[in-house]
T-cell receptor, first 114, second 111 residues
Framework: NAGVTQTPKFQVLKTGQSMTLQCAQDMNHEYMSWYRQDPGMGLRLIHYSVGAGITDQGEVPNGYNVSRSTTEDFPLRLLSAAPSQTSVYFC?????????????FGSGTRLTVV | GIQVEQSPPDLILQEGANSTLRCNFSDSVNNLQWFHQNPWGQLINLFYIPSGTKQNGRLSATTVATERYSLLYISSSQTTDSGVYFCAVFPANFGNEKLTFGTGTRLTIIP
């Protein structure tokens, strides 16, 4: 099925551990991004990419790394997890950066850091 | 950066009632999206509406970009309409790159 696929759906980490949240889309979308959702704060942009090999920071980038080696994949890396990174993470994609087509979101990854 | 405010923050209605959700934004935007986050956490796109009015079944949305607000109307509410409704805007000076969300309106429909 076409769409944005995120894995895993749930994850528990210990403080200091590292992990990668996976995001893949099969719609040939140019633009991909990562958001985090915390209670009462809506969604905030972490990092985004306007095409393979190009990434940039969003509103809350600290503690996260990204790369975009292919059009389809946009993984989010936590190098040393902290309790403040407990959140729900959403990946989104859009067909084009230059033309407004709207965003499609994945189903989310619920991360708990203990 | 641009500020996006949604009102009311919480809304509890009886099944069958109508409701209006409001989104105000502080600066010019290229476009605007309304999302519904269902109780399972999934974000579902409702409308992509830079200006004017769009309708989809019992839902409709109106954006008046010159006055920096958008409204989402839900008629004849059903329990499946429960969840959080988010307004998100594309700031004009950032193109399509930085969709900025409001804090949402939590809607609860009581049978």
């Amino acid at each position: 099925n076409a769409g944005v696929t995120q894995t895993p759906k749930f994850q528990v980490l210990k403080t200091g551990q590292s992990m990668t949240l996976q995001c893949a889309q099969d719609m040939n979308h140019e633009y991909m991004s990562w958001y985090r959702q915390d209670p009462g704060m809506g969604l905030r942009l972490i990092h985004y990419s306007v095409g393979a090999g190009i990434t940039d920071q969003g509103e809350v980038p600290n503690g996260y790394n990204v790369s975009r080696s292919t059009t389809e994949d946009f993984p989010l890396r936590l190098l040393s997890a902290a309790p403040s990174q407990t959140s729900v993470y959403f990946c989104a994609s859009s067909y084009s950066v230059s033309i407004n087509y709207g965003y499609t979101f994945g189903s989310g990854t619920r991360l708990t850091v203990v | 950066g641009i500020q996006v405010e949604q009102s009311p923050p919480d809304l509890i209605l009886q099944e069958g009632a109508n409701s209006t959700l409001r989104c105000n934004f502080s600066d010019s935007v290229n476009n605007l999206q309304w999302f519904h986050q269902n109780p399972w956490g999934q974000l579902i796109n409702l409308f992509y509406i830079p200006s004017g009015t769009k309708q989809n079944g019992r839902l409709s949305a109106t954006t008046v970009a010159t006055e920096r607000y958008s409204l989402l109307y839900i008629s004849s509410s059903q329990t499946t309409d429960s969840g959080v409704y988010f307004c998100a805007v594309f700031p004009a000076n950032f193109g399509n790159e930085k969709l900025t969300f409001g804090t949402g309106t939590r809607l609860t429909i009581i049978p």
